[in-house]
């Protein structure tokens, strides 16, 4: 289930936290990070995480990965 949930998130090739995080840092509204992070309670820094992920490319298999 939590596959599915990251894949239909991806479908912008981007999940919601991850651009939620690249919003706020570049000045746009904090509200949607501060919200999703909220929601995800238990991870410290959701959105931050996620937004390194995409960066480094950890969701993706390792052979795609630079």
């Excluded at 501060?34 to 309670?41: D, G, H, K, S, T």
């Amino acid at each position: 289930m939590k596959q599915f949930l990251i894949a239909a998130d991806q479908l912008a090739d981007e999940t919601l936290s991850a651009r939620a995080h690249r919003i706020a840092e570049e000045g746009g509204p904090a509200w949607p990070q501060r919200l999703i992070n909220a929601l995800f309670f238990w991870e410290r820094q959701h959105c931050l995480r996620a937004y390194r992920s995409e960066v480094e490319r950890r969701q993706l298999p390792s052979r795609y990965r630079l």
